[in-house]
């Protein structure tokens, strides 16, 4: 069972985890500053990216079904809403904090990984009243989003090696196994040293783990539903499995060329080369444009409370 000894630590305030002492609370402070930072290399980084997009051939090949946008809308939101449900339950957030954790992705998305993380924690650090120590939570729920998600695709690993063997797609089997022991080796030591890794109490641990472990699953599903409402011809259990496996691939760490074997598991599983490259073409780009417009409108609304300051 996970542990943490939180239990230890005084009690915060009325319905929050036991917490630190309160942090002190400046307009002007260093996490001020840093998360105006960031949020300006998220701008950048938009804007950047949007020069190199061309939003009329996007427009033109994503499909006009309203199951479709709601399907790719549920299968976007899902981490965001997720981490939501995590911090309403640990901090209480409002509404408000929703969009502070999607900036979270946009951030981690457009800029580089965990970069969102660090801006969340800026956002929590300025909201003493709400929590006086969200470093370790933050910490935490990022750990144990990366344990689910390794912890499902060893699952996958073990489900899929006889398919990847038969079809010969050139997956060298040291490579594959020397993933395995990596996750596992990763895993090993987080349990290892959970009593000094996490801060959360461990009732709070289990829960997180529940939700990420719902939030990938859930990821995989609708965006296998996704590609069969996008290109209909084959079964949705179909793409869902092949969610499954894009999944696992992206995730083996000395795999190369792992969005070459992707396409050519895809191009054997459903047999149409062209639709399949211009299906996955088409929902890399209107991924970016969503975090291209979502982030320049979070940028905007956050550009508006500073001059309100």
Not at 89 to 118: C, H, M, S
Not at 182 to 195: D, E, H, Q, T
Not at 256 to 272: R, T
Not at 276 to 290: C, D, E, K, R
Request: positive net charge; charged residues 10%; hydrophobic residues 55%.
């Amino acid at each position: 069972m996970l542990q943490s000894d939180a239990a230890t630590a005084p009690a915060g305030p009325e319905g929050l985890p036991p917490s630190l002492p309160a942090l002190p609370r400046t307009e002007r402070g260093w996490t001020w500053w840093l998360g105006t930072a960031i949020t300006l290399a998220v701008l950048v980084a938009a804007l950047t990216q949007l020069a190199q997009l061309d939003l009329a051939q996007v427009a033109a090949i994503v499909p006009t079904s309203p199951a479709f946008w709601l399907v790719f809308a549920l299968s976007y939101f899902a981490g965001v809403f997720g981490d939501f449900v995590i911090f309403r339950r640990l901090w209480q957030i409002p509404v408000a904090g929703f969009f502070a954790l999607l900036r979270k992705l946009i951030g981690n998305e457009l800029v580089t990984g965990y970069v969102g993380d660090l801006y969340f924690y800026t956002w929590a650090r300025q909201r003493t009243g709400m929590t006086s120590a969200p470093f370790g939570a933050v910490k935490d729920v990022a750990i144990l989003s990366a344990m689910a998600a390794n912890a499902i695709t060893m699952v996958l690993m073990l489900l899929s090696y006889p398919l990847l063997d038969q079809l010969r797609l050139g997956i060298d089997s040291t490579a594959f196994f020397g993933s395995v022991a990596l996750m596992l080796v990763i895993s090993s030591g987080v349990l290892l040293f959970r009593k000094t890794l996490f801060s959360l109490p461990a009732r709070d641990l289990w829960y997180v783990t529940g939700i990420q472990t719902a939030r990938v699953i859930a990821t995989l599903v609708l965006t296998g539903l996704c590609w069969h409402l996008a290109l209909p011809a084959e079964s949705v259990e179909l793409w869902v499995l092949l969610s499954a496996m894009r999944m696992l691939l992206s995730r083996l760490p000395f795999l190369p060329n792992k969005d070459v074997v992707f396409a050519a598991l895809a191009v054997f599983m459903i047999g149409q080369d062209a639709q399949v490259g211009a299906l996955m073409a088409m929902m890399a780009s209107l991924l970016l444009a969503t975090h291209l417009g979502l982030g320049l409108l979070l940028v905007g609304g956050e550009a508006i409370g500073w001059r309100k300051k």
